[in-house]
């Protein structure tokens, strides 16, 4: 199975500040790489399929890059609605697996 | 409007059963994979497992944690999607979202809002 590790797992961060999160696999996954963000008491929602493609709605703070092994979620300025976990998935192989989430909080 | 609507979810004892139900409405369901995908309270992520679609032959795939006491099914003439859970144990419980796989098989594009399912004696 594919390994996916998240970091940081929490982070605080001001309205406005930009924020990053990284998720390494355990071997390469051919930028197969989605994020999800659920906010609490709610489902996941997919904002980022094959490591940078936009969902439709989803705001143009978010972003996604990476290859290989290493994928990164930014947000270019932390609004208040973003409070959420993120969590980063790969596509690449069954079983489907997560990382172990980031849980995005306001200062 | 895609919808995919979680049922069945409930208390159950170990070595018990549950059927979770997944109705789905928007589109045209024969198309698509479905996946389920559980979250333990306070936990991460966890995929349980995949049906792909009809012109796939509904194969399906499971979680080595799943496989042998769980069943995906789906009737597409019903819109609807199962998951049949057999012989549970406390590991199981957890919220259960259906999932919906895009066109592309790429990610999972919707999701139920999650049905609850709690193994305890």
């Known amino acids: 199975d594919i390994q996916m590790t998240q970091s940081p797992s929490s982070l605080s961060a001001s309205v406005g500040d930009r924020v990053t999160i990284t998720c390494r696999a355990s071997?390469?996954?051919?930028?197969?790489l989605n994020w999800y963000q659920q906010k609490p008491g709610k489902a996941p929602k997919l904002l980022i399929s094959t490591t940078s493609r936009l969902q439709s709605g989803v705001p143009s703070r978010f972003s996604g890059s990476g290859s290989g092994t290493d994928y990164t979620l930014s947000i270019s300025s932390l609004q208040p609605e973003d409070l959420a976990t993120y969590y980063c998935?790969?596509?690449?192989?069954?079983?489907?697996?997560f990382g172990g989430g980031t849980k995005v909080e306001i200062k | 409007e895609v919808q995919l609507v979680d049922s069945g979810g409930g208390l159950v004892q170990p070595g018990g059963s549950l059927r979770l139900s997944c109705a789905a409405s928007g589109f045209t369901l024969s198309d698509h994979y479905m996946d389920w995908v559980r979250q333990a309270p306070g936990k991460g992520l966890e995929w349980v497992a995949r049906?792909?679609?009809?012109?796939?032959?509904?194969?399906?795939d499971y979680a080595a944690s799943v496989t042998g006491r769980f069943t995906i099914s789906r009737d597409d003439s019903k819109n609807s999607l199962y998951l049949q859970m057999n012989s549970l144990i406390i590991e199981d419980t957890a919220m259960y979202y259906c999932?919906?796989?895009?066109?592309?098989?790429?990610?999972?594009?919707?999701w139920g809002q999650g049905t609850l399912v709690t193994v305890s004696s």
């Open positions: 049906t792909r679609n009809k012109a796939n032959n509904y194969a399906t």
């Open positions: 998935q790969q596509n690449d192989n069954i079983p489907l697996t």
């Open positions: 999932t919906r796989r895009g066109t592309s098989d790429r990610d999972l594009d919707y």
């Open positions: 071997r390469g996954i051919n930028n197969a």
